[in-house]
């Protein structure tokens, strides 16, 4: 890092998709400093949840266990219309239970562990890029600062300030409805877990804790709220009577919030050294716990990239890719949330549409294409060749391999967030052609304990976040996407590593 940079990188906005890219950042050798506006976590939770990719992704970095008790549940819905998503392999609808507060104090603790600097307090004003890097202006507790750095990224929310100054920009639909949130106290409400159509609007209503219920809140005709007006509990409750009948004025609320349907996109996720993370880059409907695990995954997809570049390892494409892969992410999860939004909350217009859908999911094909969507375990990323290995541009399936030194599940080789070359036929010239980039990928020797677990692949080559970049055994074609992925092969080095690697901890070669 040059003397005259703060860090490598600065992130801004310490939620769930900052924190998780600082975590991801550290992993990866680089330095990050998170500016966070508040002092301190507000423990409100729109989110209680996130899906079952977004799992995956917490399970790659040995993240899964601090949650505790985790529940997964093969029932969801789309759009309201319930199925059981485990009509496709290794698909549930996701973590349930798990309030946004728990997952970014998870996230938060982690960082620091690895060496995050999180300063709380420190809201961002503007920037200034150049050719070297990024000067952002900040107010701190101490007054105005300006930290210098390679990189920024914005992970700071749907009315992201770094978007705006940044130039980003962010065209879609404006909101047509406003929605409420609340954690009612002191009343006692019956649960309504998958929402409920009323004449008038739809509501939700599930146990939070021991005297605490969630509700939601859809009442037709409702304006969107103004981007700084909080409603009042008692907005929400009489609205809940309206629709309901159910008078829970008598009661109070932890907190409120409120929520629009508001769709919206960047055109690109990274303009020169700024970039966009969670929803900085995407806004849109809730629905299934998708926006905190698709901010999470643009943290994961973008974090090695970015360490690599920093460090100098990164090809000249490499950063390019962060939008290539992420974008028609970002823009087929409005699209599901668009349509789910049309099939739950429409009126009385919208019944033919929800009458349709619940005779489509009565299709396994149907089934297993909505799943897919929901879980976030259909994405393919188009890496090399089309077709070259079903496996290629997906993430490595959760399965077991036995080695020379035991058993062990692939998303615990992806824990120090490296490469991992996956040598499924004890094939030395596979291992031989990645002796090169022994500082950078893993070598792993092993014999699946499932039948048919990678697709018959030979050898697969593994990125950091868990998707596969190339399937085979030709030391050509692996040499070239080792190359492409992971930069130019160390000039010291010639041989196959078998020892342990001190800055991981984990044999290089199993």
Known sequence: MDAKTDADVVVIGAGPAGLMLAGELRL???????????????????????????????????????FGGLETSPMGHFGGVQFDYTVLEDAHFGARGIPQSRTETVLEEWARELGADIRRGWEFQDLEQDAD????????PGGERRLRAAYLVGADGGHSAVRRAGGFDFPGTPATRGMYLADVTGVSIRPRPLGERLDGGMVMAAPLAE??????????????????????????????????????????????????????????????RVLLVGDAAHIHLPAGGQGLSTGVQDAA??????????????????????????HPVGAALLSNTVAQGTVFLGGPESQPLRDLFAELIGIDAVKRYLAGRVSHLDIRYRIGTP????????????????????????????????????????????????????????????????????????????????????????????????????????????????????????????
């Open 211 to 272: 005297g605490v219920d969630r509700i939601i809140v859809c009442e037709h005709g409702t304006p969107p709220p103004g981007r700084s007006e909080t409603p009042e509990f008692a907005e929400v409750a009489a609205a809940w009577q309206r629709l309901t009948g159910e008078d829970i004025s008598g009661g109070g609320a932890d907190w409120v919030s409120s929520f629009t349907d508001a769709t919206r996109q960047v055109t690109e996720y990274r303009r020169g």
């Open 28 to 66: 990866g050798g680089a330095s990050v400093i998170v500016a966070e506006r508040l002092e301190r976590p507000t423990g409100q939770s729109r989110g209680l949840g996130f899906t079952a990719r977004a799992l995956e992704t917490f399970d790659q970095r040995g993240l899964v266990p601090r």
């Open 387 to 510: 077709d070259v290995h079903p496996l290629v541009g997906r993430r490595l399936p959760p399965r077991r391999i036995r080695t020379a030194t035991g058993e062990v599940r692939t998303p615990e080789l992806l824990h120090p967030a490296q490469g991992v070359l996956l040598d499924l036929a004890d094939a030395p010239a596979v291992r031989e052609a990645a002796a090169g980039w022994k500082d950078r990928v893993v070598t792993v020797t092993g014999a699946p304990l499932e039948a048919d677990a990678f697709g018959g692949a030979a050898a697969l080559l593994v990125r950091p976040d868990g998707h596969v970049a190339w399937a085979g055994s030709d030391a050509e074609t692996l040499r070239a996407a080792l190359s492409r992925w992971f930069g130019a092969q160390e000039t010291t080095g010639g041989s196959e590593t078998t020892g342990g690697s001190e800055a991981t901890g984990i044999p290089e070669s199993v």
């Open 301 to 326: 997809n973008l974090g090695w990239k970015l360490a690599a570049a920093v460090r100098g390892q990164a090809p000249g494409s490499l950063l390019d890719t962060y939008h290539a892969e992420r």
């Open 133 to 140: 890097g990024v000067t952002v202006t900040l107010l701190s």
